[in-house]
Each structure stands twice: as C-alpha cells, then as structure tokens.
C-alpha cells in the first residue's frame, strides 16, 4: 500500500515520544505480536470441520463481527470461496428469523463468539439458535480461557478456541476471532497475517511506514480540536464493511475522557464508499463546516476487465467518451476528480491510500495500518485506546431491567 | 408515530417565522405536494409490465436510488412482496458484475432515473446493460420533462415518466423515482402517501407535528454550532438504508454556504443502527465530545414473535433471565437502557421516535418527517436547502479528464 499525505506537519520530539510509547506498548497489549502467530493449530481444527458443511454463521456482536464481515466482505466478490458466511449480530427478530429461514441446519456450523463470555445479544441467539440444533458438533466456541463461555463449550463437548491474553475485542480481527471463520471459507489467513506484517515491520524497524504513520498521527492529535471528524472514502463497494470496521475500531478506541484531565475528547469517523457518497456526503465535506479530513482508498487493479461498449444511443451521444473505458478505470478517474475538486478548497486535510488489488495481503496492510494509527492517536490524545467504560452504564441498566 | 423531545427549548417568535417561510416555500419546492398526487397512471402503468417479470433493477444513483432503496429493505422481511428489487449505484465493476450474474435478463425490467438526464454513472452502467438487452420493452425511464434522457426513451420507443417540476433528487423518494419501483414490487404507494400526508397535515394545520417539529428544528438550528453531528439511531436492522436516505437528506441540505454570509455551516449526519452500534460508536458518544445529538427510532411490533426459550445450558444459567423474551421485547428494552444511560450524562439532547408497526404508513410518516425537518433547519440556518452546489466542480474535473 502507498500512502500519500496532502498536508505537511511535523513535530520529531512529539513524534519520538509516540513511538516510544507505542513500541513500550507492545508489552503488554496483545494485538502487536498477533501478525507473527502460529497458525497451525487454526488450519488443524478448520480441517476437522465437515466438508459437507457449506456455510459458517458467526453469532457474535461489535469485535466479535466486524473485522470477519470486512475481510469475508471484501474477498467475497471474486467468487470462489469455499463457505459462505453469515452473522447473526442482532436481536432484530425479523433480521434473526429471516437467516434461520434460509439455513439448511444439517450443513451449516455456527461459530460463538464473545470475549468476556457475557455478551447479552450472543446469549440470547445462542439459545435461539440451540432450540434447532442441539447437537455440540454444530458448534464452535471462542472466548477468554475460563470464561463461563469456555466452561461452557468444554461441558457440552464442543470445540473451544481461546483469544490471546490483552487483545481487545476490536483489535482481534488477526485472533481467532476473525481467522477461524475466515480459515473455514478458504480465506488464505497466512497471507492475512503476511500483509499486517509487512505493516508492522515497516513501522517497527524505521521503515516508510514509521515516517507517514507518525506524521499523519501527530497531525491529526494536533487538530483533533478542529478536524474532529475523519472519513474514510472508499472507492469500492468491497471495502464497506471495512468502513464499519474501522468506524468501531476509531469511535470506540478515542472517544474517551482524558486520562490526565476530565475532559470528553473524541474523534468521529465517518465510513463513505464512492461513487456513490458522492452524490451524497460530498457536498457536506466540499461547503460544509470545516471539521473534517478525508482519506480516500483506491484499489489499483480490481481484478475484473469489464468495459463500457464502443456503442452510440440516440441523443446520449455527448457521453460517447465513456466508451471503451474499463469500469476500473472510471471510478478511480471519479475518485481523482473529486481529489482534485477537494484539494482546491485549499483547507481540508486530505491522504490517500492506494492498494495494489483485492486479495488477502492488502486487507491484512489495510487493518495493522489503521490499528497502530489507532493506538497513536489514542497515546497523542491522552485517551486510554483500549477500554470502553462509556458502554457499561446501559449495560447495567439492561441487567436491572431484565431482573424485574 | 410519537416523537418526544427530551430537551426543552421554545422561541415563539423564531418559531413562528420559520413556519411562514416554509408554509411560503409550497409554492416553489415541489416536494411538499408530493402526498396527494393522483397515483393511477403509476398504478395503470404497473399493470403493463409482464407479470412473468420477477425481478426489478434501478439503475440509479443517490437521490434516484436512495429513497426506493430504504422503503424497500424496511419492508422486505415481511416478505411477501411480487418482485425483486436491486440497484446498480455505482461503478465498481464487481459489484456490477456480481449483479448481471445472477439476473435472469429474460424476467428482468430495468429503471433507468436520472433526474438530469447526465449522470455518468447512470449511463455508463446502462450502455453496459444495453450491450446484453437491447429490447426497449425491457426498460422504464424516469427523468425531467425534456431532458436528454427523456428524448432518448422516445427515440428507442421505451416508456418514460416525469419528475414533477421543482422535486429535486433527494426529495423524490414520494414522485414517480420511488414510486415505480415500489408498486413494481408490490408495495402499497397509497399507503405510503397516506402516511406521509398524516405528518404534513398534522404540521400545516397546527397538529402535534406543527409543535414538536418546529421545537426540534429551532433548538438543532440554535445550536447548530455546538451539536454539530446529529445521529440516528435505529433499533431495527430493517431501517438501515432509511439511515442512508437520511445521510444523504440531511448533509446534502444542509451543509453549504450560508446565503446571506460566505460561512461554511452544515450539520453531519450519522446513522447508527441498535443493538449492534452500542457495540461501536455509542462509546463516543457516551464519553466523547459533546457534540453529538440522538434521535432513537423504536418499532413498538415487529409482527415476530420469536421468543427466548425457556432453556437452562450449563455454566450460562446466570442469563436464564432472558427466558421466554422475545426478541421484539429485548431489542426495545436494550434501546431504552442506552436511552437512560445517555439521558444520566445531562448533556446530550436526545428525542425519541416510536412507530407503531412495519409497514407503508409508518415508513411513509418517517419520510415526510425528516424532509419537513430538513427544510426547517434549512431555512434557519440560513442555506439553500434545495441545491448542491459543492458536487460540481468534481463533475467538471472528470468531464475534462474524459475529454483527454
């Protein structure tokens, strides 16, 4: 992946700290070592699944999805995967009952996931799911070692994988919790893990990736007053659940109290997919307020050659210069088009992010390049990247509810 | 539907002025009279198309795709409705490919809607489309009186419909762009309309709606410059692509150049969608800055009633509280936790919408709702709700790199 930065900002003594402080982290944060896991015992147990079985439904909600849907989501287009994936992440009961109705039961293995073990939505479509299929070989488990999930899983005589010690929900799409489905669908996760290493290696050990990682970090800390508000404008339909993973992955990870002050701060990310928001979100980012930067990601090659035909319709003849261009062409000349417009506005922080194709490698590039941005913004802002204390209040008030 | 405010905030004399000024505004925006159009040439028109036809694909972008779109996947897993409907919105290839593949051409009827008549993606996928169907009965166009679009339908001997004058695309969901496609599949557009007239009723001869929707736009257009982002969040998968009508509804009007100063102003749209985004962006805004309000949507019956079973699995006996809920329970008791949880923090306006059921009427009011809205807040922020000004200059620069 090439990342090319429209503005210029540097601050070598802000940036030293940040990556001392990311590279101290690595001790005790658990995503950092996932690129150079062994995967063995992932391919071992995908090969004891059934090969009858034609698809994998993930019950599983937040970081327990949205890193599987965005990879599955993103290589699904080019055909050929070997399951079909689903997830059941909601309690919307026509959302829920409109998949089961579609399930052939017999070859269809479903994956539980939560970390903690307690996840409410989970639990109640496990139970759901469980009044029609009963049997343990039906399922698999991953959770925390000694869950009540994993108790569980190991009582009932299922299989049960377990999450790698300080990987927070979504920074776990490189655990077991995104690799065991995506292995079960034939995704090469080798080759997943192969592109978030060539990320961290470049940032790790002085490479190019150190250079604009902490350049774009450092800005975007700097002006997190003003530019308060980041989209991510993909132009590919393949990249739209990647967009809502990077939207947890963002919102969840900065949008905190200060660890030094009381202060709320917080970045809002935005998820767009182009052509389309052109003709909806742009004229916001183009004449709206200025709070916002924009990161666009093109696909250079998108692996299919379809072409606009060399025909003339009548009184359409002014567009006849569409004509032999290649769909793959247009939409980054409209991503490039609307680069430029953007630019001319002369005060929004734009980059761009171009990746080579559509395969398993740049996704992998893709998510260990927005996790460590992640992790430095969240150290530059003084917000704890990791936790989620704002979600328990409604939580608690739930459980208070369902007590009654 | 009831919409309860939880802020409070009143300024009569605003009030009353905004009130003029849209009541003024019927006699040249086109939209407000959208909900007592005479429907029967749509309905006759129906009644033309094969009924061997099972499957209906708009070629469409943004305001011609948007609108459909959401009424459609809001009432689709009722089932039942007479055809399929899918859109072709954009210029990735794989995504159009991944479409014509499993299209039977043979019961397949295109909408080809551009308001214009020059939407380059509209027309790049339709002279691709034409290249495998070329037979004029298979086509519909909805397009401007005259336009280019228009001409060529004639030219070809395909039906065409009219946009009423001054409908513009964002605001076009209840003119022929929405409705044909819908009554092509089955839905009920009188319902619709009826819904949508409740609601404009209700507002222009001093009903509940005239009240409440003037408080909410005066205090969003009050403190525009604070609660710049203003979210919905929707409990119900069902109402996700009515998130997107409204993304593009709400940062389209609304985010431009004031009329009478050279300030940039707008208001960010965000859609969110319950339970599945406590597990993502409520975190931000929860403990993230304060710049975010929240209008929750709750559906008082799913028409499912899918229950928790009154199951005990061993070690998860601690959630045996969710035994014989049904989802349609647990799912609203979920939103009103977040609700109380966020109503604590004292300082995050909050509203709440309550429809009654799925189906045309409420979808229909919900439409009506959020454009009389936007044009409220539109007219007191001082822009041209109606124009989008910001999109053309992207269009210009692709024009001249095709003419390269």
Redesign the interface.
């Known amino acids: 992946m090439i990342n090319k930065l429209y503005f210029d900002y540097s601050n070598k003594k802000v940036e030293d700290a940040a990556f001392e402080a990311i590279n101290k982290e690595q001790e005790h944060i658990g995503y950092y070592a996932l690129p150079e896991q062994n995967i063995q015992p992932i391919l071992d147990y995908e090969k004891s699944i059934d090969v009858a079985c034609d698809t994998v439904v993930v019950i599983g909600?937040?970081?327990s999805s949205?890193g599987a849907k965005a990879i599955y989501n993103f290589m699904k287009?080019?055909n050929g995967l070997k399951r079909k994936l689903f997830f059941l992440?909601?309690?919307?009961?026509?959302?829920?009952?409109?998949l089961i109705d579609i399930l052939d039961l017999e070859k269809t293995h479903f994956i539980v996931i939560s970390k903690s073990g307690?996840t409410?939505?989970t639990?109640?479509i496990y139970?759901?799911i469980?009044?029609f299929q009963n049997k343990a070989s039906a399922y698999t488990f991953i959770t925390d070692k000694n869950s009540?999930?994993d108790?569980?899983a190991k009582?009932?005589g299922a299989s049960v994988l377990h999450l790698p010690d300080n990987v927070g929900?979504r920074f776990s799409v490189l655990s077991p919790v995104g690799l065991v489905p995506l292995a079960l669908c034939g995704i090469n996760i080798q080759s997943l893990l192969d592109g978030s290493k060539g990320v961290k290696e470049s940032f790790f050990h002085d490479g190019y990736m150190k250079d604009i990682l902490l350049k774009k970090a450092t800005f975007y800390a700097k002006n997190h007053a003003k530019y308060?508000?980041n989209c991510l404008f993909a132009?590919?339909?393949?990249l739209k659940y990647f967009c809502?993973w990077y939207?947890?992955l963002w919102?969840?990870s900065?949008?905190?109290?200060q660890k030094h002050s009381a202060f709320?701060?917080?970045l809002?990310p935005?998820g767009l997919?182009g052509?389309?928001d052109?003709?909806?979100?742009?004229?916001?980012?183009?004449?709206?307020?200025?709070?916002?930067s924009v990161t666009f990601i093109k696909i250079k090659d998108?692996?299919?050659?379809?072409i606009?035909?060399d025909?003339s319709?009548?009184?359409?003849e002014?567009?006849d210069?569409?004509?032999t261009?290649?769909?793959?062409t247009?939409?980054n000349?409209?991503c490039?088009?609307?680069i430029?417009?953007l630019q001319?506005q002369g005060d929004i922080p734009l980059d761009t992010i171009v990746i080579e194709t559509?395969n398993e490698e740049t996704i992998g590039s893709l998510i260990f390049y927005y996790e460590l941005l992640t992790s430095l913004v969240g150290e530059l802002i003084d917000v704890n990247t990791y936790d989620?204390?704002?979600?328990e209040?409604?939580?608690i008030?739930?459980k208070k509810?369902?007590?009654q």
């Open positions: 909600i937040g970081g949205l287009p080019l992440e909601t309690t919307d009961p026509l959302e829920i009952c409109s307690n409410v939505e639990f109640a139970k759901y469980y009044s009540q999930l108790q569980h009582a009932i929900g308060h508000i132009y590919s339909e393949s809502e939207v947890q919102g969840e900065l949008g905190k109290h709320n701060v917080g809002t935005i997919i052509p389309k052109q003709h909806s979100f742009l004229q916001l980012i183009m004449e709206g307020t200025r709070d916002k998108f692996c299919q050659s379809a606009i035909p025909i319709l009548p009184h359409l002014n567009l210069n569409l004509n261009l290649s769909f793959s247009l939409i000349m409209q490039d088009s609307v430029e417009a001319d559509i989620q204390p704002g979600v209040a409604g939580k008030i739930l509810k369902l007590a």
